[in-house]
């Protein structure tokens, strides 16, 4: 459906920072980083697109926040989004949701939201039944 998804950051190293450990989390491969630029970007395993880059803004103009604006990235399963939602909070994150079943938007949604350090807006999220859920015993 998409090509890429750009974030723009303030903080280059920083967002590098906290955008590596997210993507770690829930299982996404860094596809480049070059501190120059400064970008990154990660993408599925194995894969070459979509993938998310952050950055600072290509126009050279300060970030500035969307409002009303979120990437929801998707995860595997209920544990992975609890995982990555206590990782973005330990890296500087802050909680917009904690992780939770979300039945108005479907039975089985099960979504956690927090913000990266410049205020960008995110989203982990489930669509597997409880009763599909990988063992993590």
Known sequence: MYSHIFIGVTDFLRALHFYTAVMDAIGLEQRFMDAS???AGWHSEGKSR??????????????DRGNGQMIALLANDRSTVQRAHTVALASGGTCEGAPALRPQYHANYYGAYFRDPDGNKLCIASHVPANQQESTA
Do not use: N, R, S
């Open 50 to 63: 979509p993938f998310l880059v952050i950055g600072h803004p290509f126009d050279g103009q300060a970030h």
């Open 37 to 39: 630029k400064p970008w």
